[in-house]
């Protein structure tokens, strides 16, 4: 079956611009997990959804990153004026459970 | 905060050679994932270990989650250049669905 999906795959932004990132989890996954990764660094947690309900979002640096996930499958990651320290991977990962996370290719942006 | 600390943090070795990867942390675990990253792509579950003093294999593989569930091993016998990636460790701790992650080690196998 499909695995996890994340589009676009690379995102080249303008300091200041607004971006949206998706992820496709694997379907009936209830949990949807984003995490973003710097160069060089293991993946860091950004919010957690379980179908719908986005029952964590802790990790997100500042209210410009809003995450949402309206019918419990596709899930989309917003950034708002972006800054250059937003440069990083974004993974998406969905899992059955809490424990066995299967990961999407990332998307890669860059802010300039 | 738990944290997990990799070690080390690169490595660079010739075919043929072994080599063993260390995940520690001062917090224990209900359960530890190890991952490989390869460039480009997002991390993939190699194996997770949830009882203290278990050792699983995977083909060359060998992982190892010690007796007080706070560290973890990861042995590869005989390294190919396919075994090149970034390995992560996570660990997991009862009552939490997040995940901590290690920084990693780097991986080079050269032919």
């Known amino acids: 079956g499909a695995g996890v999906s994340q589009s676009p795959r690379y995102k080249v932004a303008k300091r200041g611009q607004d971006v949206a990132l998706r992820c496709d989890p694997i379907?009936?996954?209830?949990?949807l997990f984003w995490y973003q990764q710097a160069l060089g660094q293991g993946p860091e947690f950004l919010t957690y959804f379980q179908n719908e309900a986005q029952l964590d979002k802790s990790g997100l640096p500042s209210d410009r990153f809003f995450a949402e996930r309206p019918e419990g499958s596709v899930s989309t990651l917003k950034i708002q004026r972006t800054q250059q320290e937003d440069s990083a991977v974004y993974l998406c990962?969905?899992?059955?459970?809490?424990?066995?996370?299967?990961f999407g290719p990332g998307t890669r942006l860059l802010v300039l | 905060t738990q944290l997990l600390e990799q070690s080390p943090q690169f490595l660079s070795i010739q075919e043929g050679e072994n080599l063993t990867v260390y995940c520690n942390s001062s917090s224990v675990f209900s359960s530890l994932q190890w991952y490989r990253q390869e460039p480009g792509e997002g991390p993939v579950l190699l194996v997770t270990?949830?009882?203290?003093?278990e050792v699983k294999k995977l083909k060359r593989l060998t992982f190892q989650f010690g007796d007080a569930r706070k560290d973890s091993s990861l042995h590869i016998t005989a390294a190919q250049p396919g075994d090149t990636g970034l390995y992560l460790c996570?660990?997991?701790?009862?009552?939490?669905?997040?995940?901590?992650f290690g920084r990693g080690t780097s991986l080079i196998v050269h032919p």
């Open positions: 990962a969905s899992s059955w459970g809490a424990e066995t996370q299967y």
């Open positions: 379907s009936g996954h209830v949990s």
């Open positions: 270990v949830v009882t203290g003093g």
């Open positions: 996570a660990g997991g701790s009862g009552g939490s669905y997040i995940p901590t």
